[in-house]
């Protein structure tokens, strides 16, 4: 009687000798195998994956042509369908009749990543994304930032159904970039990319990908350390090219501030903890910084107190972290964040037309919540909750997460959200967020007095495809 392994070997090599014929006759030939007791169903499927990888790479065999500097290339994607509700009640005196809008929608998404390994040490990507904001003919965007409801927040990817169905989507660049790997443990990245940091989208928006010059640099790996992780992240992000030598604004440093460069920069230390049973504490202590530009001061240098800057004073201590373990033969995450504006009072106040006087925790913002469960294959779920505060000058409302409170601050609530596999690269998924004001006097960001939401409810209901 043959051996078991050899009955394989050579159920493969006459499926290989196949190589001409469809995988429809591969599969064929299989399950005979099967019926007539050759192959158990386990041994089955597993050729059956293997012939289908073959026949994938003979037919991409000469179709698809790298550059020879070209080591490696990964495509990715995802397209996700949504259907949006929201309810929001308007804060006095925005609306002084204290009446309520509603709004919903039906959006598309659709992103594809490709990532590029070249020579020795080097890589690169780039990102394509539906595109929601669109420009007039100076080149402004016409959004509406998230509020009441909408889809036209630059965070964002989704594109409103409603308004394209007569006509093309607009694609955008959502990233592109250049990597370098120098030693083992060390990465630097240039241009748009993905967010480098540990953190929760309360300070950084999961669709936000910030531009400018990234370094990595893993501790554990370079000094062999073991049952221990330690990474420093930091990043320097240009958000807004000025013009430094506009006129006689060079006079005042101050008001030179509405044209020199803008940007942010970041750093924090990733430490990680074996806890034993499979569980982990991992905390990343950092600091976010701005230098400011355009505070105060229109672009040409006129003063304009009202002008609202997501760069002005901005020093802002962080503090995320999260215990990992396993729950019921279910993975479990139950995390924290915080942010404290060292500069929050000034953030917040600096506008004469802003009467209310700060209330202490208006530069605070913090964050508590669960995950429990992962989606990989057909059958898998998660499910999350969280509950945050957003204090008025905590953190950038240009880069928070889109969805909470529309994108503003000033603002505290829960989100609930539940996803689960219909297939191995298919989900369906349900978001609830219910959110009201901190501070009914004030706005929802610097420079608003009493605008924007009082109270505020979002039912999201999504179909995704990951490729």
């Given at each position: 009687?043959?051996?078991?392994?050899?009955?394989?070997?050579?159920?493969?090599?006459?499926?290989?000798?196949?190589?001409a014929?469809?995988?429809?006759?591969?599969?064929?030939?299989?399950?005979?195998?099967?019926?007539?007791?050759?192959?158990?169903?386990?041994?089955?499927?597993?050729?059956?994956?293997?012939?289908?990888?073959?026949?994938?790479?003979?037919?991409?065999?000469?179709?698809?042509?790298?550059?020879?500097?070209?080591?490696?290339?990964?495509?990715?994607?995802?397209?996700?369908?949504?259907?949006?509700?929201?309810?929001?009640?308007?804060?006095?005196?925005?609306?002084?009749?204290?009446?309520?809008?509603?709004?919903?929608?039906?959006?598309?998404?659709?992103?594809?990543?490709?990532d590029?390994?070249?020579?020795?040490?080097?890589?690169?990507?780039?990102?394509?994304?539906?595109?929601?904001?669109?420009?007039?003919?100076?080149?402004?965007?016409?959004?509406?930032?998230?509020?009441?409801?909408?889809?036209?927040?630059?965070?964002?990817?989704?594109?409103?159904?409603?308004?394209?169905?007569?006509?093309?989507?607009?694609?955008?660049?959502?990233?592109?970039?250049?990597?370098?790997?120098?030693?083992?443990?060390?990465?630097?990245?240039?241009?748009?990319?993905?967010?480098?940091?540990?953190?929760?989208?309360?300070?950084?928006?999961?669709?936000?990908?910030?531009?400018?010059?990234?370094?990595?640099?893993?501790?554990?790996?370079?000094?062999?350390?073991?049952?221990?992780?330690?990474?420093?992240?930091?990043?320097?992000?240009?958000?807004?090219?000025?013009?430094?030598?506009?006129?006689?604004?060079?006079?005042?440093?101050?008001?030179?501030?509405?044209?020199?460069?803008?940007?942010?920069?970041?750093?924090?230390?990733?430490?990680?903890?074996?806890?034993?049973?499979?569980?982990?504490?991992?905390?990343?202590?950092?600091?976010?910084?701005?230098?400011?530009?355009?505070?105060?001061?229109?672009?040409?240098?006129?003063?304009?107190?009202?002008t609202?800057?997501?760069?002005?004073?901005?020093q802002?201590?962080?503090?995320?972290?999260?215990?990992?373990?396993?729950?019921?033969?279910?993975?479990a995450?139950?995390?924290?964040?915080?942010?404290?504006?060292?500069?929050?009072?000034?953030?917040?106040?600096?506008?004469?037309?802003?009467?209310?006087?700060?209330?202490?925790?208006?530069?605070?913002?913090?964050?508590l919540?669960?995950?429990?469960?992962?989606?990989?294959?057909?059958?898998?779920?998660?499910?999350?909750?969280?509950?945050?505060?957003?204090?008025?000058s905590?953190?950038?409302?240009?880069?928070?997460?889109?969805?909470?409170?529309?994108?503003?601050?000033?603002?505290?609530?829960?989100?609930?959200?539940?996803?689960?596999?219909?297939?191995?690269a298919?989900?369906v998924?349900?978001?609830?967020y219910?959110?009201?004001?901190?501070?009914?006097?004030?706005?929802?960001?610097?420079?608003?007095?009493?605008?924007?939401?009082?109270?505020?409810?979002?039912?999201?209901?999504?179909?995704?495809?990951?490729?």
């Amino acid at each position: 009687m043959l051996h078991k392994s050899t009955v394989q070997l050579m159920a493969l090599g006459l499926i290989g000798s196949m190589a001409a014929t469809s995988f429809a006759d591969e599969s064929a030939l299989i399950d005979a195998l099967v019926r007539k007791g050759v192959l158990k169903k386990g041994e089955a499927e597993q050729l059956r994956a293997q012939a289908c990888k073959d026949c994938a790479s003979d037919k991409l065999s000469g179709k698809v042509s790298l550059g020879e500097s070209v080591s490696s290339l990964k495509l990715t994607g995802d397209l996700r369908m949504r259907y949006q509700y929201s309810n929001d009640q308007e804060n006095a005196p925005a609306n002084t009749s204290g009446s309520g809008t509603h709004n919903t929608g039906y959006r598309l998404r659709l992103r594809i990543n490709a990532d590029y390994k070249v020579d020795e040490n080097f890589f690169a990507g780039f990102g394509l994304a539906t595109k929601a904001g669109s420009q007039n003919a100076a080149g402004a965007d016409i959004n509406t930032v998230g509020k009441r409801g909408q889809n036209d927040d630059r965070r964002s990817s989704d594109r409103d159904l409603a308004n394209d169905y007569y006509s093309n989507y607009d694609i955008a660049i959502n990233k592109a970039f250049i990597g370098w790997t120098p030693t083992p443990g060390v990465t630097l990245i240039a241009g748009k990319q993905e967010n480098p940091f540990y953190t929760t989208d309360m300070v950084w928006g999961s669709e936000v990908y910030p531009a400018g010059f990234t370094q990595q640099i893993d501790l554990s790996k370079i000094f062999g350390l073991s049952g221990i992780g330690l990474k420093v992240n930091s990043g320097q992000f240009i958000v807004r090219n000025g013009d430094e030598d506009s006129g006689s604004n060079i006079s005042d440093p101050y008001k030179n501030n509405a044209n020199r460069d803008g940007f942010i920069w970041q750093t924090q230390l990733v430490a990680s903890v074996d806890l034993g049973s499979s569980a982990k504490l991992t905390v990343a202590p950092g600091f976010y910084s701005s230098n400011g530009a355009a505070s105060g001061y229109d672009i040409d240098g006129t003063p304009n107190p009202l002008t609202s800057n997501h760069l002005e004073n901005m020093q802002i201590v962080l503090l995320p972290g999260d215990v990992s373990l396993d729950l019921g033969g279910q993975k479990a995450k139950f995390l924290w964040d915080f942010a404290y504006n060292l500069d929050g009072k000034n953030r917040s106040f600096n506008n004469p037309a802003i009467t209310a006087k700060e209330n202490g925790t208006d530069q605070m913002a913090w964050l508590l919540g669960v995950q429990v469960g992962e989606n990989k294959k057909k059958g898998d779920w998660s499910a999350e909750a969280n509950y945050r505060h957003v204090g008025a000058s905590a953190v950038d409302h240009l880069i928070t997460d889109a969805d909470f409170a529309f994108g503003d601050v000033n603002a505290s609530g829960f989100k609930f959200g539940f996803s689960y596999n219909v297939g191995n690269a298919t989900t369906v998924g349900l978001n609830y967020y219910v959110v009201d004001n901190i501070r009914k006097e004030i706005g929802t960001r610097p420079g608003n007095n009493g605008d924007g939401s009082n109270s505020s409810q979002i039912i999201q209901a999504d179909v995704s495809v990951k490729f």
